[in-house]
């Protein structure tokens, strides 16, 4: 069983930064991608941003050029940097990993935009 456990959300102002983070419980070369989802109040969740195990990344056409998705393997650790941001990114963002097993969720963390 994969613990996931994310870090960094809060409030910030429109324009503002934050760095989400997500340590696993286990190397993360063990995973097949590990991605983003977020979820604003009355919304489905949506994937925001994912990374395979090769690196490559995709986003979301909202977050393009805005976030960024990175991994440190030392530190089994996977974040997200994301800059001007909106309060359209307002949500609860969740790490989730996928393995040849399953998949696994974090608990998630509060962002939220607003002035």
């Known amino acids: 069983q994969v613990q996931l456990v994310e870090s960094g959300g809060g409030l910030v102002q429109p324009g503002g930064s934050l760095r989400l983070s997500c340590a696993a419980s286990?190397?993360?070369?063990?995973?097949?991608?590990m991605g983003w989802y977020r979820q604003a109040p009355g919304k489905e969740r949506e994937l925001v941003a994912a990374?395979?195990?090769?690196?490559?990344?995709d986003y979301v056409d909202s977050v393009k050029g805005r976030f960024t998705i990175s991994r440190e393997t030392a530190k089994n650790t996977v974040y997200l940097q994301m800059n001007s941001l909106k309060p359209e990114d307002t949500a609860v963002y969740y790490c989730?990993?996928?393995?040849?097993?399953?998949?696994?969720w974090g608990q998630g963390t509060q962002v939220t935009v607003s002035s």
């Open positions: 989730i990993t996928l393995k040849d097993n399953g998949s696994y």
């Open positions: 286990e190397s993360i070369f063990s995973f097949n991608a």
């Open positions: 990374i395979t195990s090769g690196g490559s990344t």
